[in-house]
């Protein structure tokens, strides 16, 4: 039962999480887009910045933005800040029953730093807050006068953040430390900067003074950024899910190409919303980069050479692989695991018999010879040698010279 209820939390804090962020990013798009669509118009009153015609849901909305206000305030006004706040609430309580709840298995890799449980999840949460507050203080410092020079301090924080996480963590602990860190910024930018800034607008005009322009800047300035790092934000969240993606050398160098992938597709698509020429290059810019992704992760994964006379045939190949997986896997993905603290075998794989292994020879390629990501923090070694023999066997496999079809 406890089994059940500690399943069933997870499953419904991570819909949450999703319905959460989608609506946090829908409107985050939305209002983007709006903001760039705005026009003149002779008719609006003086204070009004612009305005947009929109057709949806079977009627037209005309929607008039006020910059910095509107002469009167109205008496009821729509927030818009519980979908960030609830994405980065679900999002903490997910990270905590997933991989602070079994860090020894998510998040440290004793090859590359023996750190205990409690360290991990330390240095995760300080390293969050770190990030918020070095961030915050270069847009708050000279550099943010120009947008360029502060995207550019930015970016080179963030990868080397993401290089310095990959010395500490293991392979999938750093990469989703970082989605963490960068989620954790944007909700910042919303509760720190730009809903304070805009309470201080409200309460300004409703004591029927003069606000200080300086608010709606910085509110905007934040509200770009995190419209520039949503991309790869959710590629982060879903990428975790590829080894060969985060359990590769390279990680933290397909990081940095993915935040430059997904600000110029942003840009394509705020400059295409400005009612501007779209600028198509991005895509071939987005195209190149991702392939460059590509070969970083292919490169990055072991890459030692299986030794072909080490095995007289194609057969004593085989036994070898299964009775190396069954060996070093069955301890955790076993019917009735014996790993202390799993009370049964992760993602209902198991990999205790012949037939076991053989149904799972890709799901084997990709966690162990294309990646690093199991066992889980090497908490079990494995040689290099032993994972390009593990690829090659799959390859035969694949080919039907042994196993399933034999
Ligand atoms: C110490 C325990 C442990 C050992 C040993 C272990 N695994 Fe895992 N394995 C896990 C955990 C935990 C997960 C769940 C990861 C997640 O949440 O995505 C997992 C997930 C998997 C998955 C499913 C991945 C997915 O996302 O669908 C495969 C396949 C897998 N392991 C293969 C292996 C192989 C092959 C070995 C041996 C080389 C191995 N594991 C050894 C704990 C272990």
New binding site residues.
């Given amino acids: 039962m406890v089994d059940y209820l500690w399943m069933w939390s997870e499953l419904v804090v991570r819909w949450v999480h999703v319905i959460a962020g989608i609506a946090w990013i829908g409107s985050s798009f939305y209002f983007i887009a709006l903001d760039l669509s705005l026009r003149p118009g002779k008719e609006l009153p003086d204070e009004a910045h612009g305005q947009a015609w929109q057709v949806h849901g079977g009627g037209f909305y005309n929607m008039v933005k006020y910059l910095v206000a509107p002469a009167k305030m109205p008496d009821e006004l729509t927030w818009f800040k519980w979908e960030a706040y609830g994405t980065w609430v679900s999002g903490i309580a997910l990270m905590s029953l997933?991989y602070y709840g079994?860090a020894s298995?998510?998040m440290i890799d004793l090859e590359i730093l023996d750190i205990t449980e409690t360290q991990a999840v330390m240095i995760s949460l300080v390293g969050i807050v770190i990030g918020w507050v070095f961030y915050d203080g270069m847009c708050r410092s000279p550099l943010s006068k120009s947008d360029l020079r502060l995207a550019l301090a930015g970016f080179v924080f963030l990868v080397l953040l993401a290089y310095g996480y990959g010395l500490i963590f293991s392979a999938r602990g750093a990469f989703m430390q970082m989605g963490v860190t960068i989620g954790t910024m944007m909700v910042a930018n919303v509760l720190m900067v730009i809903i304070p800034g805009q309470t201080k607008v409200v309460t300004a005009l409703k004591a029927g003074e003069q606000p200080d322009p300086r608010y709606g800047a910085r509110g905007k300035q934040r509200s770009l950024h995190n419209n520039y790092l949503t991309l790869p934000v959710i590629f982060v969240m879903i990428g975790g899910?590829y080894?060969a993606v985060f359990a590769t050398d390279y990680a933290w160098a397909i990081l940095a190409l993915i935040l430059v992938i997904g600000a110029v597709i942003r840009h394509f698509f705020n400059t295409k919303h400005k009612g501007l020429a779209p600028p198509w290059w991005t895509w071939i810019v987005a195209g190149l980069l991702t392939g460059c992704a590509i070969m970083l992760s292919q490169l990055g994964a072991p890459n030692a050479v299986y030794d072909r006379t080490s095995h007289a045939s194609p057969e004593a190949l085989n036994s070898a692989s299964i009775e190396?997986?069954i060996e070093?896997?069955s301890?955790?993905?076993a019917r009735e695991?014996v790993?202390d603290g799993?009370a049964f075998a992760?993602?209902g794989?198991y990999?205790e018999s012949e037939g076991d292994v053989l149904r799972?020879t890709n799901?084997?390629f990709?966690?162990?010879a294309a990646s690093h990501?199991?066992?889980?923090g090497q908490?079990?070694w494995?040689e290099d040698e032993e994972r390009a023999m593990l690829a090659v066997w799959r390859d035969m496999v694949n080919h039907g010279l042994v196993g399933r079809n034999k």
């Fill in positions: 997933v079994a298995l998510y899910h080894p190396l997986v070093r896997c301890s955790c993905h695991p790993w799993l992760p993602k794989i990999l799972h799901d084997i990709w966690q162990v990501a199991m066992p889980p908490v079990i494995i």
